[in-house]
Each structure stands twice: as structure tokens, then as C-alpha cells.
């Protein structure tokens, strides 16, 4: 390798570190100092040191975000087991089975707004969901799905799950097909039952994926907005029932004005999934110590 | 699936077993089909109930006891309405040339800093890339703020379509992807292009991208979705009706015909339907692209 500093390897990175930095890194800084300041996003922000912290923590409907966006969390187990199963149902050599693969992947690319208006529909007081249950007669009076406190955070969860449901099958078929035919034939002449085979030959070939799937879910979990957007129709849900981080966040900074709450916020935001993601990426290395 | 694997010993009755076999294996494909089916029509109820009430004329019910899910007389009057309405042609319009315009710039930008990360040493790279990587975990809703005044003051480009393109011209995930599909390509073919006295540029041109396409049909289908479905920062972005993209569009007229259900219908319908077009045709890139992403 040659001493002279050579440009060439900068030179091909300068406009995607440029969008990057401008983009990413610049507003974590700008974020940090905002969030100790009175900012209504217009005019310029005025210093006023911790108040905004001290403020969130004493916010009721912070707390109710950040157990929320907690109890959010669970798509994330859900998913991994309904996706596993959902994979191990279509890597089977069936004529048209590619069609099926094909239509459990339409709501992946449909997109979450178009998806949640539609669930918006199946589940308003006139929509498909009370006509099923009250023509089958397993209602005698329509639910209002949609005004229900309790059922804002499952509904919204269910959406989520069933929007990532061909996504993370790809993934998890995608995993099973590296895995070598021989083990589960040798699982077999060790006279495995089809449960024990996937147990013991599928789920510990899956861990790559598993671990894939856990932090990209998480973290879209611990993102989700616009399930709750478009549920809520905008607004969170009855008492706030719906609201997770994200949606108190972008509500505080742009329907409210007050930026600098929603910049601090945003801090505890970061916190979070950076702790979030220490967690994840260690329980990685343990794993792959494991291996 | 793999029973013709343990039957190596001689067993009696060998006809009656394979007729029992048979009809086991019969029994399982039905037991398949029947789940799959199942899963496939809790897929696609929702969207299909969507184009049907889609479809309904004032006068046939969406509600009714027993259901009523067909339309008795079909009509189009609810496109008709929503396209009256909204500037569903300009959303139309808008989505593409956000979504090309990302794509091409994001995969062009993102496939030149992924080539010096997989095959150069130089000074600063492994930190450059590990605070990429860092960068993965920042919720992008973190960055709207500052987005928001950068829109406004610096680059004034708020309610205009280059809002949503800029921000999104370089992404690590397709930086890191990329870098992979880099990695797998042999050096030999680098040094031989080299001792021939090529630049860094004209073999990254010439001979790398050729090389690494299926990884650049992945990028670029993971940016054109991420950037077609987008909804959070345009909606902050473009307050302007004419200047909406479809799922901002979406969201605007389910706040004008909030009643009005097969109004509503018929937006979801406009908006899916040219995103289902395009995976039709690229369904096994689609397939193949998103799943190849994991193992990158």
C-alpha cells in the first residue's frame, strides 16, 4: 500500500457521506441542542436549559407513550413464531405454491396507509368484520372497534403483524432453503417426529434470520406511526389509548408546535433504541458464541 | 416429503404399505392446501372487500345482515367522484418522480461509497463505517425537526417534490447491501482491469456494476417501495393538494369523504393498484430481492 494519501476512496464516498452527514448526523446534534430550548419550529428557538426534561417527566401521556410503545413491542415475538410456521408452510414443493407465496406478499408492498384505511373500514361499526360476526350470530349488537380504548393498541399491533407477515416468511424461507437437506434426513433416521425435526434442525439453522428479524422488527415497532395514523384517523385514539413515542413526538413537534418537547423527546426516543439495540447486538454475540 | 429416504429395509406387505403411504401423502397435500388457502384469503379479504364496496352504487348496501358482498349493480361513480374531487393524476404523477428520481440518485450514490468500503484500504474507514452502521438505529421521526427547518430556511425547498427526494439520496442500509455484493467479486478481476490501466472510476462503471446487478435490482426495489409508500415526512412536507404524493393524497380524502365509505374505497383501490402493477411484473425480482437483503 502506498504512504501518499490517496483521495480516489473519498472522492467515491463524498455524496453519500454528504446526505448522511446533512441529513442524519447533522440533526442528532441540531435535536440535542433544541431539546433544551422553547422552539415552535418558526421562529427562532430561546434557551431555557432542562425544563423540557423536567417537563416530560412529569407528562402523564409520556409515560402512557413509553407503555405503549413498550406493549407495542410485542408484534416482535409474535411475529418471529406466526412467520417461522408461515415458512415452514410454503417450502414445500407444491404446484401453484409460488402464487401463494406471491399473494402473502401483496400486503407487504400495498404500503401501511392504503392497508390501514382499509382495516379502518373492515372494522367501523358498519364494516365487513361486525357484518361477519352479527350475520354468523356471534354478536347480537355491533362493537365499535374503532372507539374502544382497549382495542386501539391490538388493533393497530394486528395490523403491523399482518402487514410484515410475507415480509418476514421471505426471510425465514429464504433461511430454511441454506439449511442442508441431510440434517433433516438424519433427524429423521433419529426418528424425529416432523415437531421435533423443525425443532431441532430448523429453528437453530433459522438463528441468522431470527436475530435479522428481532432488531429490524423491534425497531419498526418501536417506530410505528402510521398504523396508529391511520386507525385513529389522526388523532391517538380515545384517551390517547393509541399513542406510542413516535405519534407523541411528531403530534408535540408538528400539530402542537412545541419542538423543543418533541426534540427532548426525541432524545429519550434515541436513548431507548440505542439501549434497545446494545441489548439486541449482545444477545447476537452470545449467540454466535454458542454456535 | 422425505419417507423414500427410511424405507431401505425389506418389509412385508410391501403393496399395501405404499398404498397407505399414498394415501397419507394424499391427505397431506388436501391438509396443505386448505392452510394455505385459508392464509391466503385472510391476506387478501380486506384489500378484495376494499375493490368490491369499491364498486357498490348508493344503493346496495356495505352493511347488511345477512352480508351482502357483491355489488348487485356495479358502477364506477365512486372513481368517478374521488377523481372529481382530488387531483388523483397530479398524486399519481408526484409519486413517480419522487420515487424514480430517489431510486436512480439513492443506488447511484450508495453504490459509489459501497465499492471503496469492500475492495480500498484507507485511512478513517473502519470508523467511517461503523458510525454509518450507528446511524441505523436513529429513528428517522428524530430527524423530521431539524428536516423541517433545513426545508424551511436552508435549502427552502418545503412544499416542493425535492423535499422528499434529498433526505432520502443515500441510505446505509443500501450502502451496507451494496458493500456485500462488492465483497463477493474476486480481485482478480480488479487487478487484471487495473494492470490494463483502468481508473477506479472506469472499473466500478464497467466491470463492477455489471457484475453485482442482482444486489442493484435489490437496492433499488427496497428504495423505489420504501420511497412509493412514504407517508410521515411528505405529509409534513407538502401541505399543497396539487403537490401531494398518493398515500398523502390518501390521507386527505379520507378526511374530506370520512363518511363516505366507498369514496374511500375507491382512493385505496387508485392507490394499490399501480404498485400491484409493478409487482406483477417484477413479482420474483420483488421476491427474490427482499429476501436477498438479509443475507447481506
Not at chain 2, 387508485?270 to 447481506?296: E, H, S, Y
Amino acid at each position: 500500500m502506498t504512504k501518499k494519501l490517496n483521495l480516489t476512496p473519498y472522492l467515491f464516498l463524498a455524496p453519500a457521506l454528504l446526505v448522511i452527514g446533512v441529513f442524519i448526523l447533522y440533526p442528532i446534534f441540531a435535536v440535542v441542542y433544541y431539546s433544551f430550548t422553547d422552539f415552535n419550529i418558526v421562529t427562532p428557538p430561546v434557551w431555557t436549559g432542562l425544563k423540557n426534561y423536567t417537563q416530560l417527566f412529569q407528562d402523564d401521556v409520556f409515560w402512557l407513550a413509553l407503555r405503549n410503545s413498550f406493549i407495542y413491542l410485542l408484534v416482535t415475538p409474535i411475529l418471529i413464531i406466526l412467520c417461522i410456521l408461515l415458512a415452514i408452510a410454503v417450502n414445500r414443493k407444491l404446484p401453484g405454491i409460488n402464487a401463494f407465496r406471491a399473494i402473502y406478499y401483496v400486503p407487504v408492498i400495498s404500503g401501511s396507509i392504503a392497508v390501514g384505511y382499509a382495516w379502518r373500514m373492515l372494522f367501523d361499526t358498519n364494516g365487513l368484520i361486525n357484518g361477519v360476526l352479527l350475520s354468523a350470530g356471534l354478536l347480537q349488537e355491533p362493537i365499535q372497534w374503532l372507539a374502544e380504548p382497549a382495542l386501539t393498541l391490538p388493533l393497530a399491533m394486528s395490523l403491523t403483524i399482518w402487514l410484515g407477515l410475507g415480509f418476514y416468511m421471505m426471510i425465514f424461507l429464504a433461511g430454511l432453503q441454506n439449511i442442508p437437506e441431510e440434517l433433516y434426513d438424519a433427524a429423521l433416521i433419529d426418528g424425529c417426529n416432523a415437531f421435533q425435526k423443525h425443532w431441532n434442525v430448523s429453528l437453530p439453522g433459522l438463528r441468522p434470520q431470527i436475530v435479522f428479524v428481532a432488531v429490524i422488527s423491534s425497531l419498526a415497532a418501536i417506530e410505528v406511526f402510521n398504523e396508529i395514523y391511520t386507525l385513529t384517523g389522526g388523532l391517538g385514539g380515545i384517551l390517547n389509548s393509541g399513542v406510542t413515542m413516535v405519534f407523541y413526538l411528531w403530534k408535540q413537534a408538528f400539530r402542537l408546535q412545541h419542538a423543543g418537547y418533541a426534540s427532548a423527546l426525541a432524545i429519550v426516543l434515541l436513548v431507548i433504541t440505542l439501549l434497545f439495540s446494545v441489548f439486541n447486538i449482545r444477545s447476537l454475540e452470545r449467540g454466535s458464541e454458542q454456535d | 416429503m422425505n419417507q423414500t429416504h427410511t424405507a431401505a429395509r425389506p418389509q412385508p406387505n410391501v403393496a399395501a404399505r405404499n398404498a397407505a403411504r399414498k394415501r397419507r401423502q394424499i391427505t397431506e397435500t388436501i391438509f396443505w392446501y386448505a392452510l394455505l388457502l385459508f392464509i391466503a384469503a385472510i391476506t387478501i379479504l380486506p384489500l378484495a372487500w376494499t375493490l368490491l364496496t369499491s364498486l357498490k352504487g348508493p344503493n346496495d348496501a356495505i352493511f347488511a345482515v345477512p352480508l351482502q358482498l357483491l355489488p348487485k349493480d356495479p358502477t364506477l361513480d365512486n372513481y368517478a367522484r374521488v377523481w372529481k374531487q382530488l387531483p388523483v393524476a397530479n398524486f399519481f404523477i408526484n409519486s413517480i418522480i419522487v420515487s424514480v428520481a430517489t431510486t436512480t440518485l439513492n443506488v447511484l450514490f450508495t453504490a459509489l461509497a459501497a465499492y471503496p468500503f469492500a475492495k480500498m484500504k484507507f485511512w478513517g474507514r473502519d470508523v467511517i463505517f461503523y458510525l454509518l452502521l450507528a446511524t441505523f438505529i436513529v429513528p428517522p421521526q428524530l430527524t423530521y425537526i431539524p428536516g423541517f427547518v433545513l426545508a424551511r430556511n436552508v435549502f427552502q425547498y418545503y412544499d416542493t417534490l425535492l423535499a422528499l427526494i434529498f433526505p432520502n439520496l443515500a441510505t446505509v442500509f443500501n450502502i451496507f447491501l451494496l458493500r456485500q455484493a462488492f465483497k463477493s467479486v474476486p480481485n482478480d478481476l480488479i487487478d487484471a482491469a487495473k494492470i490494463d490501466g483502468a481508473s477506479e472510476l472506469r472499473i466500478w462503471w464497467q466491470i463492477l456494476l455489471p457484475v453485482i446487478r442482482p444486489s442493484l435490482a435489490t437496492a433499488a426495489i427496497i428504495t423505489f417501495v420504501t420511497s412509493w409508500n412514504d407517508f410521515l415526512w411528505p405529509s409534513l412536507m407538502l401541505p399543497t393538494m396539487v403537490n401531494k404524493t398518493l398515500p398523502v393524497g390518501l390521507a386527505a380524502l379520507q378526511g374530506m369523504f370520512a363518511s363516505d365509505l366507498r369514496a374511500t374505497a375507491a382512493g385505496i383501490v387508485m392507490t394499490i393498484i399501480p404498485i400491484l402493477i409493478l409487482f406483477i411484473f417484477l413479482q420474483r425480482q420483488f421476491v427474490r430481492g427482499m429476501t436477498g437483503a438479509v443475507k447481506g
